[in-house]
């Protein structure tokens, strides 16, 4: 059951344009008529089932896709290469569909040098919150959201300078701009 409710929720994702895991694995529990499973695949368990789903059903489309965000994440890391960009998330991974937005995260001690950037810039934004783990505890960081011309998202998360060096960062979940410059030449 674990492993059909991970391709089912992977189907919605890529078909429906869901981009959050727990809303996809809850939508194909009710479909499956497992509403109270304790039993739901894990993300990645979903992520695997989306891989496979787009290279048998969106092989001809998903490549150019996932290039076009990749291109889009790199331009904007480019811009904000001041803050150390890393980009993280399913534009990362591979499993980003046309409904995906871009995730970065940046590494500074002020914040507000950040803000007072994408101001300086004459870049429109909206603020937020992210909710992170950073050295084992739970916090609160300041989030930007931009929007391209093409309403297409990227969430700008700013977390401490010394957070880049926690050693939370691993090559399959965490990407610099040398390393999405190598995605796309793959």
Do not use: C
Request: no cysteine.
């Amino acid at each position: 059951m674990r492993e059909q409710l991970a391709h089912q929720a992977a189907k919605l994702m890529a078909e429906d344009g869901i981009t959050d895991h727990a809303y996809a694995k809850r939508k194909a529990a009710k479909q499956l008529g497992a509403v109270d499973t304790h039993h739901l695949p894990s993300n990645e368990e979903i992520d695997s089932a989306l891989r496979s789903f787009r290279m048998l059903y969106q092989h001809e489309s998903h490549p150019s896709v996932l290039r076009e965000l990749r291109i889009e994440a790199l331009s904007k890391m480019r811009l904000l290469s001041d803050f150390h960009p890393y980009l993280t998330g399913s534009v990362m991974n591979g499993t980003a569909g046309a409904n995906s937005d871009i995730n970065i995260m940046l590494f500074s001690d002020d914040a507000k040098a950040v803000l007072l950037f994408l101001l300086k810039m004459n870049i429109e934004f909206e603020d937020g919150e992210w909710k992170v783990r950073i050295a084992g505890r739970e916090e609160t960081v300041p989030s930007y959201t931009l929007r391209n011309e093409a309403e297409l998202l990227t969430h700008v998360i700013v977390l401490p300078a010394n957070a880049r060096h926690s050693g939370s960062r691993h090559p399959e979940t965490h990407a610099d701009i040398t390393a999405v410059e190598a995605l796309l030449l793959s």
